[in-house]
C-alpha cells in the first residue's frame, strides 16, 4: 500500500529557514499536501502541489516536489515561533483519492 | 471561517464499553471522513462517507466500528466494544469534493480517546 515517511523533530533557530522533508512510495498521486497542526487544534490544509509541478511558492512557504525520487519538501523562509507545530505530509492516489498521512514533524523553533 | 466540531475533546472509558464520538461537519460539505492516530504513529485513514452510505473503508474499520449521519448536521463514529488498542486522537473530517482537491480536507480538532 501507499506509505509516506517523515522525520519526527526538527529544531531551528526563529530567522533561519526550516526544511522539512517526506518521501512517499505512491507514483500515481495527484496531489500533494502539507498540513499543519498546532497544539489543540485539528490539521489545517497549509499550501498543496499538483503533480505535475515541481515548485510552488506561497508567501514564506516553498514547496519542492521530486517526482523521480518521490519527494516532498516544505521550505519556510525566516521560521518565527509561531511556526513551531507539527506538519504533515500527505498524497493522494492509489486510484482512492483518500490521502495518505506520514506521522508528522515537530518543528520547533527556539530564539 | 467554517469549522469541523468534535465533541467530547476527551472521553475516558472502560474496555468493552461503547462509545459514540461526534463530529459536525462543515455544513456545505458533502463527503466525511474519520481518521485516527495512535500517539506516535501515523495519521490513519478508518472510513469516508457520502451520500448515507459508506464510500471506502480501511482495514482498520472492523466490525466493531460504524458510523451514522442521523441528522442533517451530525457524524458520528461508534467503537461497539472498546478495547485497549482503540486508545488514540479521532479525526473528523469533511470536504466538498471527492476526489481531491486544491482544498484538501477541513479537520476538526480530535477527540483523545483513553481506553482503560
Known amino acids: 500500500g501507499e506509505d509516506v515517511e517523515q522525520s519526527l523533530f526538527l529544531s531551528v533557530r526563529e530567522g533561519d529557514s526550516s526544511v522539512i522533508n517526506c518521501t512517499y512510495t505512491?507514483?500515481?498521486?495527484?496531489?500533494l499536501y502539507w498540513y499543519k497542526q498546532e497544539p489543540g487544534a485539528g490539521l489545517q490544509l497549509l499550501t498543496y502541489i499538483f503533480s505535475n509541478m515541481d515548485m510552488k511558492q506561497d508567501q514564506r512557504l516553498t514547496v519542492l516536489l521530486n517526482k523521480k525520487d518521490k519527494h516532498l519538501s516544505l521550505r519556510i523562509a525566516d521560521t518565527q515561533t509561531g511556526d513551531s507545530a507539527i506538519y504533515f505530509c500527505a498524497e493522494n492516489g492509489g486510484g482512492s483519492y483518500i490521502p495518505t498521512f506520514g506521522r508528522g514533524t515537530s518543528l520547533i523553533v527556539h530564539p | 471561517e467554517p469549522e469541523v466540531t468534535q465533541t467530547p475533546s476527551h472521553q475516558v472509558t472502560q474496555m468493552g464499553q461503547e462509545v459514540i464520538l461526534r463530529c459536525v461537519p462543515i455544513?456545505?460539505?458533502?463527503?466525511f471522513y474519520w481518521y485516527r492516530q495512535i500517539l506516535g504513529q501515523k495519521v490513519e485513514f478508518l472510513v469516508s462517507?457520502?451520500?448515507?452510505?459508506?464510500?471506502?473503508k480501511s482495514e482498520i474499520f472492523d466490525d466493531q466500528f460504524s458510523v451514522e449521519r442521523p441528522d442533517g448536521s451530525n457524524f458520528t463514529l461508534k467503537i461497539r466494544s472498546t478495547k485497549l488498542e482503540d486508545s488514540a486522537m479521532y479525526f473528523c473530517a469533511s470536504s466538498d469534493s471527492g476526489q481531491g482537491s486544491n482544498y484538501g480536507y477541513t479537520f476538526g480538532s480530535g477527540t483523545r480517546l483513553t481506553v482503560v
Open positions: 505512491d507514483s500515481s498521486s495527484t496531489y
Open positions: 455544513s456545505n460539505h458533502l463527503y
Open positions: 462517507f457520502y451520500n448515507n452510505e459508506i464510500s471506502e
